[in-house]
C-alpha cells in the first residue's frame, strides 16, 4: 500500500470537504463547458479514432495517417503512416497563421537579464541551430544530450533536435558527472550541447566542467557545443568544443523541417524506477504533439492574449511539455526564468509575474509550501491582478497549501488546476478543466480526454469509491511514452506487466462518489522530494559505493516544505567511521544535491527477516518518529528497533 506521507495525507484530504466552484466570469469565457467536456469525453472512448482523428487535424501534417491507433498490447503506434514535424507545428505554423510578431518566449534570468523572442525570430534561431547540428553530422534518429541551464537556447536546442528528428535526451543540470556520464552512454549520443556555466542562487554552476568530465567516461561522444551563458573561464578541447555562437551564428537561417514517420522518436528523458538504474522513457513525434497540444488548450485554457508561465526546468517532463511543446503549439506566450525562486528574496515569483503581467501560472507545490513560510507579507507587496488561472504539478498538494494558493496567490479568483501526471503518460491524464468543473483542494480530479483510470487491486480486481487502490489506466492514449530506451523488456514489465492488461502508474489512490481521484502517493520504492523523483535503490547503491559503508537503506520521510525528504540508514565497513557530511557530498556527486540524505542512521545492525530482507517498513515508522507498528515476529532480531529508535540522526 501506499507508504509514503499517504497516512497522513488521507487523513487530511478525508476531513477536506471544500468545493470550490470557477466564478461565472471564469466560466463564461472558458474553451471548455462541463456539457463539452461530458460530450467530448464520452466520444474520446466511444469513438477514439473519431476524436483523435479531429484533434489532430488541427495540426499540419504532411502527409495524413492510414489509421489512428495500432495497438499491440503493451506497443502502441499512433497516426500511423503519417509525416509530421513537431517543431514545424510550434512555430513554421504559428508564423504561417499570422502570429509571426506574437512574443513566444519573455525569457529572464536569475540575474535580471530579459530576453523575447516573437514567432518569426524563434523559428529563424530554430533553422540556425538545425543547420548547425547538421553541420556537426547531427541525423535523424540520432540521440543529442543537452545538459544545460534554463535559458533559450535549451528549448532551441530542443526544437531544433525535432526539426531534424533527432532525439533529445536532456539531463537536468543539478545531475552530477556520474549520472550524466551513464545517460550519455546509455543514449549513445555523440553530441551534447551544454553552456559554460548557468546561475543558481547567485552562484555560476560550471556545467561545462562538469560535461569535460563526463567526456572522459563517454566513448561514443564527439562534440560539445557550449553556449556561453556566464561568461567563465573554460577548459577547451580543440576539435571536440564547438561554441553556439560560432556554430549556430554563422549558420543559415533557411532550414526546411524535416517530414517525419509519426513514431520517430522525439526525446528519452531519464526517471527514477523502483529498481536498478533510471529508465530513458522514450516519447515520439505524432502522439506526444497531439496530447501536449491538446492538454495545453484545455488545461490552461489557453486565450489568445494569455502570458503563460510554467516554472518547471526543462531538465524534467513538465518542462518538456507545458514550457516549451505544449504551449508553442498552440501559439502561446511563454515566460521562462532560469533561476531559484528566492533569488535575489522570496518575491521574485510575484516580481515576475507583475512585471510580465503573467496570467497563468505552472508550479508546484513544494514550492507553494516554500512561499507559504516566508509569510502573506511578500506576495502582499506585488500586484498579482494579471493572473486568471493557477495550475499545481508533481506531487499531492495538501489542503491548506492549495488554499494559500488560492487565497493569497490568486485572490480567491483563479481556478487552480491540480494535474496528476508522469514522465511516462507524457501530458496531463487528471484535472478539473478549469471552466468546466469545481475543484476540491487536495485532489487532482478527472481524467482527460481519452484516458480511462481506474483503481485496481494489484491482483487486477477493479475497486470501487472510497476504496483505496492502485491507479491504472486502461487503455492506451496518445503521448504515453512507447518504451524504455534500449531496454523493452523492462518496459513490458514495469507498466504493463505489473497488472495485466492495464498501465500501472506506481501511485495509489483514493476516488469519491463524483469521481475524483485524489493521488497519495508511489506504492513503490520512488521517492518525491520536492516533486523531483528518485529511486531509494539508485541512492542506496550510491552510499554503498563509499568506502565507508558496507549496507545502506533509504526511505522516505514526510517533509514540510518537500513533501517527502531523504533518509539513510547505514552499516559502517568493520574498521571504519562515517563521516556523514562526507556521506552527503558523495551522494551529491554521484546523482546530485537533490538526492542527498536530509538525516542518515548509522547502525551496526538493520532489521532484517531471517532470509536477510531489510523491513523498510519499521525504517520508515523510525525515521517518521513514530511507534513501532505492525509485526515485528518476523525480523532475525527485535531488538534492533530498539537500538535504532534510540538512535540520534547526524
Ligand atoms: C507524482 C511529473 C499528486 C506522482 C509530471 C507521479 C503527483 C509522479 C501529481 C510523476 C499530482 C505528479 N498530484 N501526485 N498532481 N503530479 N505526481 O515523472 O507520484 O516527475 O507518479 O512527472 O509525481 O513524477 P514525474
Redesign the pocket.
Known sequence: MPHTNAKDHIDAMLHETRVIEPSAAFKATAKVSRADYERLYRQSLDDPDQFWGDVAAELHWFKPWDTVLDWQEPHAKWFVGAQTNVAYNALDRQVERGLGDKKAFIWEGEDGEVRTYTYAELLREVCKAANALEGLGVQAGDRVTLYMPLIPEAAIAMLACARIGAAHSVVFGGFSVSALTDRINDAQSKILITADAGYRRGQPVNLKANADEAAKNTPNLEKILVVRRAGTPVEWQEGRDVWWHDAVGSASEQHQAAALDSEQPLFVLY?SGSTGKPKGVLHTTGGYMVGTYLTTKTVFDLQDDDIYWCTADVG???GHSYSVYGPLLNGATVVLYEGAPNQPDWGRFWDIIQKHRVTILYTAPTAIRSFMRQGDDIPAKYDLSSLRLLG??????NPEAWMWYYRTIGGERCPIV??????ETGSIMLTTLPGAFPSKPGS?GLPMFGVEPTLMTHEGDELGPDDGGLLVIKRPWPSMLRTVYGDDERYRKSYWGEIKGVYF???GARRDADGYYT?V??VDDVL?VSGH?LGTMEIESALVGHSSVAEAAVVGKPDEVKGECVVAFITPQLGHTVDAKELRAHVSREIGALARPDAIYITDAMPKTRSGKIMRRFLRQIAAGHDIQGDTSTLEDPSVLERLKATQAV
Open positions: 526517471t524534467w517532463v513538465t499545481s504539478v508533481g506531487e499531492p498538494i491540480d494535474t496528476w501526471w508522469q514522465t487532482a502508474a506506481g501511485d493521488i502517493g508511489r518525491n523523483r
